[in-house]
Structure formats: structure tokens, C-alpha cells
């Protein structure tokens, strides 16, 4: 190293260069020290920028130079190749490290790899007030010590620090023998290979490279340095160091390893962080968010507080469009249409506004359902729930990876089917989707929170909530027999990083809300209304007479399965509609007993005894998927075979769940 | 350390990074940024949620929650391999 040991009084140049991270404020700090010095170029040979500037100080003058920002010294970048080899070729005097005092973990990397170089590195660390701001004290002199290597704290935004830089830069390139930092070290288990590596490379590395750098790269595996001693080291020598760096593949993260735990180190010396108020507050609810069973237990609590709150809220109110929007609506359009053809008015009064119109009063339980969601989502709730469930459903023998895409599943099944692309193993994608259109999706629970206050009122919650958990039961018994049967696969680890909990954000609920409600105005506007004018056509023809629709004819075809769980045929049918999209099952009923005068809600609970509403939405909720979800399911699965194993196992546990809840309510007095 | 991170993560099969810090007696911003390099060096797999053709073609994708949730990785085959301590090489066959 070319470096003047002793103090001079002669007036000489020091080359200075400013290394760190991106926006930490190294450019801040290079305009404060070089002001209207600078000038600005670009690397030899390179497209990033050079900027360079002059600073005179008593008898010294600095050359500074900004390096690039970066987060690393591998040479994955031209930033990072133009930092390194600057530092290597031109060997500075003084390598200035700015640092994040808020972000300090992240920047000491980088100080990491700097320190390896061998070159006197003052560290400024800058934007303290961040770091105060976050409650983040750090202790400057334990650090220096710790670090072996000058601190200087900074606020370079507010002028605060140079002079002492200045300083600390001067002293150090004076004085480079004062300089001995604490440097990182490679874990055990590959010091001896490094050791070897050493022997073999030493001799044979040009100046101005360091041999034990180099040594360290070839066993990183760092491309440009093994492309390097490829040539120095000749044809004799380097099979046999390819052969060592071969041999010991993971020594990378051994490396890495012996960094990490030096910042660990560092940071636990001096850097103190907040324990009060959010981090505690985090870290008390998750005692219970995040328990194995109390978890549990709260997110059911929590799912039962959400039906709870749409119930509440948004059934009255779905109640009252459904009367007095719809319902007005339909006695005008009859009006309207008083003398036009008969089924000219049926078709708008039943079909589109029994329909469609009715699909319309879901808003209420839309936007209270959503804002819900979206409320746990933006609270840091949500994730736990993931995380609990993801535990769970381990604890149960279930695939790990078959979690997250299931978890998409209560939104949509689709998405569902198609996240299984993210299972390697055919047998675990199989399964999970498979399992997929058993968790209860969002336009069944639509379904759900619609009906269940219709035919059950008051006791409508507990009966919704039973419905989920019976829901989420059968998945959890299926997925076990065939993860134990047809589908065994191995457990896959997670790691799942859970948010600080933090006061939910209305604007961000607002947005949620207004996004998914709108989206499905869309679908209730094409593709729901369509539905419900084909359902109402044959329903009004070939007669008009709804009992001799060819609807009917279809439904009564059915009855003898009907008669087993408890439903007529407008029941069969609605579910039968169901197939094309969740939501047609309330269109059709919509149309079917909205015929008979009246709200729906109030026709059903008159009309439907409880034993057959209650095996209707059993039923519903565990009926074979929507014709989407058949879609996408044969599409990645790449076979009818398993496609139609699974909607008859559904259409299986769906019938058979339905007879005995039908004839278990019934032994319970709940037919009239 | 690393190695410790991804076997505390077999050991109970979901962990979350608050967890593994508190393990490792180290705080979850280096937790991260252990994360971030064995990501890189595919020991582990960031999960990309939402990312799916079918989450793309989604009308709901623009207020989907599961998008905007926190981060999830999983161990990949060459992570599991590494922990326990078989050759990394013959994974390539």
C-alpha cells in the first residue's frame, strides 16, 4: 500500500473517496464539502457519472471523489464494479463510508466489505436526527470502539458534522497506523479452506491486489476476481484452486454468515431501539394474535365479528333497498309496462329487476364485508391470521406450500387453483387444488351473508359462523385422507414477516372498498343480469305458468334427490344455477319466489322451513365450484380425470352433508 | 447463522421473521437483510403474491388484499439440501 505514514508539514493532496449506500446523503454531504469545486465526468471506460471536487483545510488539500451508491462491493453492477476497482487501482487515502444512522444494519455491509480492502475508512454517520426522530439512540463512542475506526456524527442537511469529518480524514491519513478495525470473520467451518486458498493464490496476484482479498473472493465466488486469477494463477495451479472452490460451494454463505453476525455484534454494543408504544403494543397483541391455540381462537372471534358487523350494519339496510328500491321499482316498471306484451313486462319486472336488481342490494353486505376485510388487512391483522393458518394446517399433516394458495381462495377460487403453480411437486399441486374450491369464497360468503339473516333472522350468526367452521372442517378431513392416502409429499418451510400493528389508514379502506364493490357492480351488470334473463326465460316459457316452465320440469326431474335433503325444485334449481356463478343462486331465487309478491327475505322465511334452509346453504357452501373454477382446474391439472374426481367428490360430500343435515335438524323440530 | 436461520424455520415449519430474531438475539431489520441474501443466493424464495395469470387478469386485482400484504419466503430445495448438509452439487442432476 502507497500510503505516507508520518505527519507532514509540507502542503500535499489526499484522494478521499465518498463510498455508501444510495440515499443516504453522500451527495449532500460531497456538494457541502467540494461546494462550487466540482466537476463532473465520466468513469474511464464506463457510463456512470464521476463527480470530483476540492476541498483546501490548514495545509491540506482533499481530492474527493463520490463513488457511486451502492449496496455491496461484488461487482454484480458497473456501480459497484466502478466503486471497487477505484478503491483497488487508485487507492485512496481516506475512504469516507456515509452511513444511515436510521438504517444502520443495512449500511454496515457495506462498511463490511469496505474494511476487507484494507483502506483506512472513516465512518460518517449521518442523519442522526432520523434516527433520534425513530427513537434510536446510538452510542458514538461504543460504536468507535466496537468498529476499531473512526465515527463522526452527522446531520449533513443541516451543516452539522464536516468540520470534525475533516478532521477525522486528516488524522486518519496522517496517522494510518492508529487504524486497526474490528474486521469480520469467515464462520469456522471454512477458515481452513480460506487458509488454503490463501497458500495457493499467494505469489501469484499482481499488485495492486490484496492475495488475502482475493483468496476471500474466489471463495465468495465472485465472477470478475475468479475470471482474474483464472490467468494469474496459469494451467498448472488453477484446476487444482477450481477444484477446492468446487469442493466448497456454500463457503458464500459462511462468508456472509461471519458478516452478518459482525454487524449483530456492532449493533448490539451500541444501538438501542424503542420498546415503547408500537413495538410493545405489537409485541402484546401478538402474545395472543400469534398463539397456537389463542391465535386460533381469535381469528375466530374475528371472522365471527365480521359477520357479525355485516349483519348488523348492512342486513338492515340490504332489507330496506330490497323493499322499498327494488320493490317500488318493480310495482313502477308493471305500471310502466301495463300495456306492452305480457312477457315483455315479465321479462323486465322478473328477469332483470328480480334479478339482477335484487344482486344490486348486496352493496350494503359488499361494502361493510370488504371494509371489513380491509380494515384487519391495514391494521397488520391479516397477516397473523395467514401466519396461524399456515401453522395449523402443518399441525394437521397438510402440505405447508398448499397454504398460500388456498389462503387466496377466500377471495376467489380461481386464483386458488392457479397458485398452485408454486408447488414443485405434482402430487402437493394436485392436492391443493383439489382442496381448493372447499374454502369458503368470497362470493359464497356473499351467498352466505345474504341468506343466512333471510332464513334464520336473529339466529342468522351463530348459524353462518357453524357453516364456515363446517366449511373449513371438511377441508381440513379431505385434505388429511388424501394427504395420508394419494397424495403424501414432503413439509416445506416458511418464513412470514408480520407488520407492527398500526392505525388503519380510511382512505386505504375507502379505496378497498370502493374497488371490489364496483368491480362487482360491473360483473351484477353483465354477466349476473344475462344469468338472470336466461333463468327468468325458462322459467316464464314455454307458458308463462311458472309451474310448467321448462325451469320446473327440470327442478321436478330432480325431486327424488330434492325429497333427501329437504329442497323443491326452485331450491335445486337455484343451487343447479349456482354452478355458473355463486352469486345466481339468490338471482334465481330471486326470480323463483320473488314471484309470489313481496321482499325476498321475508318470502323465504315464510316459504322455506329451517331443516331445508339449512341444508340448502350446507349444501351451497360445499357444492362443487363455479364453471370458472372447473375451467381453470382442468387447465392445470392437464386432465378431465382429476377434474371430474374431484367435482364428484364435492357434488359427494356436498349431497351427503346436506341429507344429514336435513334429517339431523329435522330430529331436532326444525322442519316447520 | 444463516444456516441457523433456515433450520429454526424446518424446525417449526412457519416462523416468522420476528421470531428468528429474537432466536438469533438479533434484530429483524438484519433478520431482513439475512433474508434478502439467502433469497439471492436461492436458498430461500420470495413469494410473489398476486402475481399469478390469474391474479393479472383479476377485475378485483387493484383492491386485492392478498397483494398488498407482508412478505413471505420459503425454503427452496438447495436451502433444504444445504441444512441438511448434503452436497449442494447434486442438486443439478
Redesign the interface.
Known amino acids: 500500500m502507497n500510503r505516507t505514514p508520518e505527519h507532514t508539514s509540507q502542503e500535499r493532496t489526499l484522494l478521499v473517496g465518498l463510498a455508501g449506500q444510495p440515499n443516504v446523503g453522500k451527495s449532500t454531504l460531497f456538494n457541502l464539502l467540494t461546494g462550487l469545486t466540482q466537476h463532473v465526468g465520466n468513469w474511464p471506460g464506463k457510463t456512470v457519472e464521476r463527480k470530483e471536487g476540492t476541498l483546501a483545510h490548514n495545509k491540506t488539500r482533499m481530492r474527493l471523489v463520490d463513488l457511486p451508491g451502492t449496496y455491496s462491493l461484488t461487482a454484480h453492477s458497473l456501480e459497484e464494479q466502478v466503486a471497487r476497482d477505484f478503491i483497488i487501482q487508485e487507492q485512496p487515502d481516506v475512504i469516507v463510508m456515509v452511513a444511515d444512522a436510521s438504517?444502520l444494519?443495512?449500511n454496515l455491509?457495506l462498511l463490511a466489505e469496505l474494511l476487507i480492502l484494507c483502506t483506512p475508512v472513516v465512518l460518517a454517520l449521518n442523519m442522526l436526527d432520523v434516527a433520534e426522530a425513530q427513537g434510536i439512540q446510538i452510542e458514538l463512542h461504543v460504536l468507535e470502539a466496537a468498529l476499531g475506526l473512526p465515527v463522526v456524527p452527522m446531520v449533513a442537511t443541516r451543516n452539522q458534522g464536516p468540520d470534525e469529518l475533516i478532521a477525522a480524514i486528516e488524522h486518519l491519513a496522517y496517522n494510518p497506523a492508529t487504524f486497526h478495525p474490528t474486521l469480520p470473520q469467515i464462520?469456522a467451518p471454512h477458515r481452513r479452506v480460506l487458509d488454503q486458498l490463501k497458500e495457493m493464490v499467494a505469489g501469484q496476484v499482481p499488485a495492486p491486489f490484496d492475495p488475502d482479498w482475493v483468496a476471500l473472493k474466489l471463495l465468495e465466488g465472485d465472477t470478475e476476481i475468479t475470471r482474474k486469477a483464472k490467468g494469474w494463477a496459469g494451467k498448472l495451479l488453477w484446476p487444482r484452486i477450481e477444484a477446492l472452490l468446487?469442493a466448497h460451494?456454500?463457503a458464500?454463505?459462511?462468508i456472509?454468515?461471519g458478516r452478518?453476525?459482525w454487524?449483530?455484534r456492532m449493533?448490539?454494543a451500541a444501538v438501542t431501539?424503542p420498546r415503547l408504544g408500537q413495538v410493545s403494543l405489537t409485541d402484546k397483541l401478538?402474545r395472543v394474535a400469534?398463539h397456537p391455540l389463542w391465535g386460533l381462537v381469535l381469528l375466530f372471534c374475528v371472522f365471527a365479528a365480521v359477520f357479525w358487523l355485516t349483519f348488523t350494519l348492512a342486513v338492515p339496510l340490504q332489507e330496506w333497498l330490497d323493499v322499498t328500491v327494488v320493490g317500488q321499482a318493480h310495482v313502477a316498471a308493471r305500471h310502466l309496462l301495463a300495456g306492452a306484451p305480457g312477457w315483455l313486462a315479465a321479462l323486465v319486472a322478473d328477469g332483470v329487476l328480480g334479478g339482477a336488481g335484487l344482486v344490486l342490494t348486496f352493496l350494503p353486505i359488499l361494502a361493510v364485508f370488504?371494509g371489513a376485510?380491509?380494515l384487519l388487512?391495514d391494521t397488520?391483522y391479516?397477516?397473523r391470521s395467514?401466519?396461524v393458518m399456515?401453522?395449523f394446517m402443518?399441525a394437521l399433516g397438510l402440505h405447508?406450500?398448499s397454504f398460500?394458495p388456498l389462503?387466496?381462495g377466500f377471495?376467489?377460487n380461481?386464483?386458488a387453483?392457479?397458485?398452485a403453480?408454486?408447488i414443485?411437486s405434482r402430487s402437493g399441486r394436485l392436492l391443493t387444488i383439489l382442496l381448493a374450491p372447499l374454502v369458503p369464497c368470497s362470493a359464497r360468503l356473499v351467498v352466505l351473508a345474504f341468506l343466512a339473516p333471510a332464513f334464520f333472522g336473529a339466529a342468522a350468526l351463530p348459524v353462518a359462523l357453524a357453516l364456515v367452521a363446517l366449511n373449513l372442517l371438511v377441508l381440513v378431513l379431505v385434505g388429511i385422507t388424501l394427504s395420508h392416502t394419494l397424495f403424501r409429499g414432503q413439509?416445506?418451510?416458511?418464513?412470514?414477516?408480520?407488520?407492527l400493528y398500526h392505525m388503519p389508514n380510511a382512505r386505504t379502506i375507502g379505496?378497498?372498498?370502493?374497488?371490489?364493490t364496483w368491480?362487482f357492480v360491473?360483473?351484477a351488470g353483465s354477466f349476473i343480469l344475462l344469468a338472470s334473463v336466461v333463468v327468468w326465460a325458462l322459467s316464464y316459457f314455454p307458458t308463462g305458468a311458472l309451474e310448467q316452465s321448462y325451469l320446473a320440469r327440470l327442478g321436478r326431474s330432480l325431486s327424488p334427490m330434492g325429497e333427501l335433503i329437504g329442497m323443491d325444485w326452485r331450491m335445486l334449481v337455484a343451487l343447479i344455477s349456482s354452478f355458473v356463478a355463486k352469486e345466481n343462486a339468490i338471482v334465481t331465487l330471486g326470480v323463483l319466489y320473488g314471484q309470489s309478491g313481496g321482499g325476498l327475505a321475508s318470502t323465504l322465511a315464510a316459504q322455506v322451513p329451517p331443516a331445508s334452509a339449512l341444508a340448502f346453504l350446507t349444501v351451497t357452501m360445499l357444492f362443487i365450484p363455479c364453471l370458472a373454477t372447473v375451467a381453470?382446474m382442468r387447465q392445470e391439472t392437464g386432465s378431465w380425470r382429476w377434474t371430474l374426481f374431484d367435482v364428484a367428490l364435492l357434488l359427494a360430500i356436498a349431497l351427503g352433508a346436506g341429507i344429514l343435515v336435513y334429517h339431523g335438524a329435522g330430529a331436532l323440530g326444525m322442519e316447520g | 447463522m444463516f444456516k441457523e436461520v433456515l433450520r429454526l424455520a424446518i424446525e417449526r415449519n412457519t416462523i416468522s421473521s420476528e421470531e428468528l430474531a429474537l432466536a438469533l438475539d438479533t434484530s429483524p431489520e438484519l433478520v431482513h437483510l439475512m433474508l434478502e441474501e439467502l433469497v439471492r443466493r436461492d436458498y430461500l424464495q420470495a413469494v410473489v403474491r398476486g402475481g399469478s395469470a390469474a391474479c393479472k387478469r383479476c377485475p378485483l386485482r387493484g383492491a386485492c388484499l392478498h397483494c398488498r400484504q407482508s412478505r413471505i419466503w420459503m425454503l427452496t430445495c438447495k436451502g433444504a439440501a444445504w441444512v441438511a448438509e448434503e452436497p449442494i452439487s447434486s442438486l443439478r442432476t
Open positions: 438504517s444494519e443495512r455491509y464462520a468446487a460451494e456454500d458464500v454463505l459462511d456472509a454468515s452478518y453476525e454487524i449483530g449493533v448490539r431501539r401478538d400469534v370488504f376485510l380491509a388487512e397488520g391479516l397477516a395467514a401466519y399456515d401453522r402443518h405447508g406450500k398460500l389462503f387466496l377471495d376467489c380461481v386464483p387453483v392457479m397458485g403453480r408454486v414443485e413439509h416445506v418451510a416458511f418464513i412470514m414477516e408480520l407488520p379505496t378497498a372498498v370502493w374497488n371490489n368491480a360491473r360483473k381453470v
